[in-house]
């Protein structure tokens, strides 16, 4: 590998996934650097979730590899691979939180499991991560007590429990209402800058792309390949990929779109509605 490469958050070179002899997608290689906002996008059953969990170490590469920090983790021993998860946080496709257990129980559970931290320092710890997605005073509640918008910030608290250095999230808006979803879009970002986390995000979500995703890449279920790579505000003017130019301008087709003021990027206002 090149060195800029090496020194690349995340590495993931040539990877073919596969289950049995059924191939998802063929040869995906790509970068993610430190302190960005990578998006997988690409159509239902394009093989985004199948990514993320090569990534995470769920699922073995049929061919290929996943570098973190230019360590080899598709071939490390138990050991290394502990202490690399370590650095992992998840919120799995309909990441749900458990439902006979409070918002705070939920939370302590990873520093319950992974640390050695007494009770009180765990309490705080617990009481801080909440506070940071907007739920303080929230710890006692039940998820079936608050809102859909509110159990996927007690989700991110719970994937923030170990401070990780890189976060993976799949679909996390999917489900909520526009303005639930775009706040969480923005509390991703706070967290990207405040803590210098790394973001991993699979979606479909066009506004959420457009709003968070310094770079992405498009899984193209056609070719079953990938189908293009960037800033996906620059790729949908430019990619030659006809399925991702599609994919990136449908919300000009029957959507209305608005464009947030700061940084020029355009939104759906209105799913759905004819613009007249
Ligand atoms: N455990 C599995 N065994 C066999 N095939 C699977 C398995 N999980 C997923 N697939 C298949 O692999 C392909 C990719 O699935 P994946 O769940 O990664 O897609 P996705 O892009 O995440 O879709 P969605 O947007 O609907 O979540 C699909 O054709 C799916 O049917
Ligand atoms: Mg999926």
Redesign the pocket.
């Known amino acids: 590998m090149t060195k800029s490469e090496l020194s690349a958050h995340i590495s993931v070179r040539d990877l073919t996934m596969a289950?049995g002899d059924?191939v998802?997608m063929r040869d995906l290689t790509f970068e993610v650097g430190r302190g960005e906002v990578f998006a997988i996008m690409?159509?239902?059953?394009?093989?985004?979730?199948?990514?993320l969990r090569h990534m995470i170490g769920l699922l073995k590469p049929e061919s290929g590899r996943v570098y973190y920090d230019g360590v080899d983790f598709t071939d490390a021993d138990d050991e290394q691979r502990t202490q690399m998860l370590r650095k992992f946080g998840v919120m799995f496709?309909g990441g749900a939180l458990w439902s006979s257990q409070t918002l705070a129980e939920n939370v302590a559970f990873p520093l319950e499991e992974f640390t050695d931290l007494g009770e009180e320092d765990i309490r705080e710890t617990v009481a801080l991560k909440l506070a940071l997605v907007g739920l303080r005073g929230f710890e006692d509640f039940y998820p079936a007590e608050i809102s859909g918008g509110m159990c996927k910030r007690a989700s991110l608290a719970r994937a923030m429990a170990l401070d990780p250095e890189i976060l993976f999230f799949d679909?996390p808006s999917a489900g909520l209402d526009p303005v639930s979803a775009r706040r969480l879009d923005e509390l991703i970002l706070e967290l990207r800058d405040s803590l210098g986390t790394t973001v991993v995000v699979?979606t479909?979500e066009l506004a959420s792309i457009f709003a968070i995703a310094d770079r992405a890449i498009f899984?193209d279920a056609s070719t079953r390949r990938m189908g293009g790579l960037g800033d996906p505000k620059t790729l949908r003017g430019q990619t030659d990929n006809e399925n991702l130019r599609l994919f990136l301008n449908r919300g000009m087709v029957g959507l209305q779109l608005s464009h947030d003021p700061a940084t020029g990027a355009p939104f759906v206002v209105a799913p759905g509605r004819r613009k007249s």
């Open positions: 289950y059924f998802v690409g159509g239902s059953g394009s093989g985004k979730s199948t990514l496709q679909e699979v479909h899984l």
